[in-house]
């Protein structure tokens, strides 16, 4: 039945999500009865939602069957509650990840019991949402969850093949009453759509999951012209793309793209409707234009000939100013700033004898003297020489000492600061400088 499991050579231990319910107590019981052949620890985990008027009893019960079947056994517990707004199923299920991989040790399996009924109301609510190729593959039996694999062994077993093993071992499962529930999606097809369907055709659920391999296999094909658009596109850093080069591609292409980079990042994937937009007003705008396209989690931006995403940027008042000591490290809107005593270049120590200076943001019309330079010259048209993206210009600390700029953090400092590289100097930390790709230490006086 567990064949998937022969495909992943893991020597790690298996932790299997552990609800009670039929499914998992079926995966669970097959696994015990494996065990010996097996080199590999099983663990059980169970997540109580606190969503059911049963749900402590259900912990006791999972435990229970556990410690009959000597499997090591852990409860987890959802403490927040769903926010005002969101499907309680898709945070439940979110969240549910969450506290099972916080549990698991590096390069270890998931195992979740989702079979191929699943796999068939997967498909059509990815349907009914106007899902993509992505979603229409629904679930994967095997994938790869940051530092561990999530495993689906049951996904080519139906659910009538799972009550027949449950009754021949005469197992004792827990019955969630709100299964039976309409008023979910997945409960609707569950109970109304795929047996109407089956009357007509025994083997829809089958039939379903094919489809799904089918969307999965183009998924892949997808996947690999991504890849290699994305090697001609991006920039040397991986975080941005250029626009030149993927305005060549079909506007196909260039979705593809988009949603493949940022997978890779780990960052929400638009929808259609924003899609578009990206396509039809933000790819094509004026190269001195600064669109901005935004969803949860994201914000695509465009500066010059590049693609940026980042992250919403936080609230920020720029007329804020604080004082630092340089021997302390300073919260800002966006990361800290700290100094520290090291040889190489930075602000002279004797510039401040009391390790004090003034933290600002740029108003307009600041100015600093680059060594090398017989004159000072204005931040903005540094900043454009730097090639710094507009929307980080006004979050970028400005260093004052008695109302004289003497540094802009991750990136210059004033002449008649700077130390020359030979002596000790503070050496100036800004915790957002990757944001803006600048490397660590970066800051200098050209």
């Known amino acids: 039945m567990l064949t998937t499991l022969?495909?992943?050579?893991?020597?790690?231990?298996?932790?299997?999500?552990?609800?009670?319910?039929?499914?998992?107590?079926?995966?669970?019981?097959?696994?015990?009865?494996?065990?010996?052949?097996?080199?590999?620890?099983?663990?059980?985990?169970?997540?109580?939602?606190?969503?059911?008027?049963?749900?402590?009893?259900?912990?006791?019960?999972?435990?229970?069957?556990?410690?009959n079947l000597k499997i090591d056994f852990t409860a987890l517990k959802i403490e927040q509650p769903c926010p005002q707004?969101?499907?309680?199923?898709?945070?439940?299920?979110?969240?549910?990840?969450q506290l099972l991989a916080a549990q698991i040790t590096d390069d270890a399996v998931l195992l979740t019991a989702h079979h191929r009924d699943d796999q068939a109301e997967t498909l059509l609510l990815q349907m009914t949402?106007?899902?993509?190729?992505?979603?229409?593959?629904?679930?994967?039996?095997?994938?790869?969850?940051?530092?561990?694999w999530h495993l689906r062994p049951l996904l080519?077993?139906?659910?009538?093949?799972?009550?027949?093993?449950?009754?021949?071992?005469?197992?004792?499962?827990?019955?969630?009453?709100?299964?039976?529930?309409?008023?979910?999606?997945?409960?609707?097809?569950?109970?109304?759509?795929?047996?109407?369907?089956?009357?007509r055709w025994p083997n829809i659920a089958t039939t379903l999951s094919r489809v799904a391999a089918h969307q999965a296999e183009a998924m892949?094909?997808?996947?690999?012209?991504?890849?290699?658009?994305?090697?001609?596109?991006?920039?040397?850093?991986?975080?941005?793309?250029?626009?030149?080069?993927?305005s060549i591609l079909s506007s196909a292409r260039q979705a593809n793209i988009i949603r493949c980079w940022l997978r890779q990042r780990d960052q929400p994937v638009p929808d259609t409707r924003k899609m578009q937009e990206i396509l039809n007003a933000l790819l094509p705008a004026r190269v001195d234009a600064s669109p901005l396209v935004s969803w949860p989690g994201v914000e695509l931006r465009r500066y010059k000939n590049y693609l940026y995403a980042i992250a919403p940027l936080a609230e920020h008042d720029r007329d804020n100013v604080v004082n630092w000591h340089l021997e302390t490290i300073c919260q800002l809107s966006e990361g800290a700033i700290s100094a520290r005593l090291a040889k190489g270049v930075g602000i002279k120590v004797g510039v401040c004898p009391e390790r004090k200076l003034q933290l600002r943001y740029r108003q307009g019309g600041e100015k600093i003297r680059l060594r090398?330079?017989?004159?000072?010259?204005?931040?903005?048209?540094?900043?454009?020489?730097?090639?710094?993206?507009?929307?980080?210009?006004?979050?970028?600390?400005?260093?004052?000492l008695d109302d004289k700029l003497i540094a802009v953090a991750g990136l210059w400092i004033d002449a008649e600061a700077c130390s020359d590289g030979n002596e000790i100097s503070w050496q100036i930390h800004w915790s957002a400088q990757k944001k803006l790709m600048l490397h660590e230490g970066s800051a200098d006086a050209r």
């Open 6 to 67: 022969e495909a992943l050579p893991v020597s790690g231990p298996y932790y299997v999500a552990y609800s009670g319910g039929l499914d998992s107590h079926v995966l669970l019981h097959t696994l015990f009865s494996i065990k010996s052949e097996l080199s590999n620890e099983i663990h059980a985990l169970h997540v109580n939602h606190g969503l059911h008027v049963a749900a402590d009893d259900w912990v006791v019960h999972c435990e229970n069957t556990c410690k």
């Open 85 to 97: 707004g969101e499907s309680r199923e898709a945070w439940a299920r979110q969240r549910r990840y």
């Open 129 to 148: 949402r106007g899902a993509g190729v992505k979603g229409l593959a629904a679930m994967p039996a095997v994938k790869r969850r940051g530092r561990l």
């Open 156 to 199: 080519d077993i139906n659910r009538r093949q799972l009550l027949d093993y449950a009754k021949q071992h005469r197992l004792k499962w827990i019955e969630d009453d709100s299964n039976s529930d309409l008023a979910y999606d997945r409960n609707f097809f569950r109970q109304e759509i795929l047996p109407t369907l089956a009357q």
């Open 220 to 246: 892949l094909l997808l996947d690999e012209l991504a890849e290699s658009d994305l090697s001609a596109c991006i920039d040397n850093d991986r975080q941005r793309l250029n626009l030149e080069k993927i």
């Open 372 to 400: 090398h330079k017989n004159h000072r010259q204005e931040l903005k048209k540094l900043f454009q020489e730097r090639g710094v993206p507009p929307w980080w210009r006004d979050r970028i600390p400005l260093l004052y």
